[in-house]
């Protein structure tokens, strides 16, 4: 798995050793409550490590991936995802599937700016490798990640049930 740095960030593949701050990222309501369709938080550092070999599975994939978002001092500031985006039950696809990307930060690293710029890199990156379309998902009442949205310059589409078998706010960026 690749990692990738900016001026600020570094995002690199999750390892145990990140286990204690997954469980304190994920354990804490106010960052897990709009994630997936039934959130809910984290609760062992067993079920951290977990998380962290199906991460890995995923970061396998030359484009796909899960990273830990860090700045250069080591510091560990939230997760970033980009992945095949689960569709609702009754949904299906003709194509490939479609590649969401997300992102969750600790509460100490909200409003630096940190969800944008480790989304542009990991998006300018998928892009260089061939990705022509990305989406986000996100919840209605998910305001700050709207906003990662447009500061990316995602085109909005509107409320779908497409997804997640929820009803969420679907972004789109497009290639260049």
């Known amino acids: 798995m690749r ?8 995002l690199r593949p999750w390892e145990p050793a990140d286990a204690d701050f997954l469980l304190d990222l994920e354990g804490r309501w106010e960052v897990v409550r709009h994630l997936g369709a039934a959130p809910s938080t984290m609760t062992s550092r ?13 970061s396998a994939h030359h484009v796909h991936g899960v990273w830990l978002v860090a700045d250069h001092d080591g510091r560990r500031l939230g997760n970033l995802l980009l992945k095949p985006v689960p569709l609702s039950t009754d949904e299906r696809t003709d194509g490939p599937p479609e590649v969401e990307v997300g992102w969750h930060l600790h509460p100490d690293a909200w409003g630096h700016g940190y969800a944008t710029e480790a989304a542009r890199m990991i998006l300018d990156d998928a ?6 379309r990305v989406v ?17 310059g995602m085109r909005h589409l509107g409320p779908s049930t497409r997804y ?13």
């Open 127 to 132: 892009f260089a490798r061939g990705l022509t």
């Open 136 to 152: 986000a998902v996100v919840h209605p009442e998910n305001t700050a990640s709207t906003a990662v949205c447009r500061r990316l």
């Open 164 to 176: 997640m078998d929820a009803t969420l706010e679907v972004f789109e960026l497009v290639a260049p």
């Open 3 to 10: 990692t990738l740095t900016s001026e600020r960030l570094v």
């Open 46 to 58: 067993d079920e951290a490590l977990a998380s962290i070999h199906r991460r890995r599975a995923i």
